[in-house]
């Protein structure tokens, strides 16, 4: 066995990033600190775009392209008859998809949402009629409970691959893996790309702080 690098570093940031951001929006929002919830919820759309672009011009294993298996790429896993893979298993794959789809929806109804004083509500609210508004703020309550069970789903994976000897955590924290002799790691990646996925994540943060000091909050 040898290691090999799996995830490279702004993937790893990106993860890392959203996993903190994600119980402090919680927190803002418990504690009623809405100006720090607004801000916390504009670097997670910002990390968002910048994950949506590297899925596209990112490394291999950051690609939405090999993310998702099909019916026989799972049954193949499932039976032990899958081979190796580089980064997510498939289900892993869908399950990382599900928390992507979960997240984006629960950031895009916050940019809508209003509460029941019209007191506090999102950058977009005065777009849409107050009830359209207040809608949205209940959805957006309702898929951060879908995003806590997506995520309990993962934490238990990861500890069940634990428990069978595969530390799941320790690649995403230092970016390599163990692998069989001669597998071959991701490319390095490309600063040009990664240069166009920050000034796309730094734009819509701007736009949104725009935004939101246009509708007075």
Do not use: C
Request: hydrophobic content about 55%.
């Amino acid at each position: 066995m040898t290691r090999i690098r799996v995830w490279d570093a702004a993937l790893r940031l990106v993860h890392w990033a959203l996993a903190l951001l994600i119980p402090f929006s919680w927190w803002t929002q418990e504690t009623e600190h809405m100006a720090w919830h607004r801000l916390s919820g504009y670097t997670v759309a910002a990390l968002l775009v910048f994950r949506i672009w590297w899925g596209f011009a990112g490394p291999q294993t950051a690609r939405f392209k090999g993310l998702l298996g099909g019916p026989k790429r799972i049954a193949a896993y499932l039976s032990g008859k899958g081979g190796a893979t580089l980064g997510h298993n498939p289900l892993g794959g869908w399950s990382v998809a599900a928390m992507f789809v979960a997240l984006t929806a629960q950031v895009s109804l916050g940019l809508f949402s209003m509460d029941e004083d019209a007191i506090e509500a999102g950058p977009l609210a005065n777009f849409v009629s107050f009830d359209q508004a207040r809608l949205a703020a209940h959805a957006h309550e309702f898929v951060f409970n879908v995003l806590l069970g997506l995520i309990a789903l993962h934490l238990a994976a990861i500890a069940v691959y634990a428990a069978r000897g595969s530390n799941l955590v320790r690649p995403m924290l230092t970016g390599r893996a163990r692998a069989p002799d001669g597998a071959v790691g991701i490319k390095p990646l490309s600063v040009l790309a990664l240069l166009v996925g920050l000034v796309l994540a730094g734009g819509v943060f701007a736009l949104l702080l725009w935004l939101s000091k246009k509708a007075g909050l």
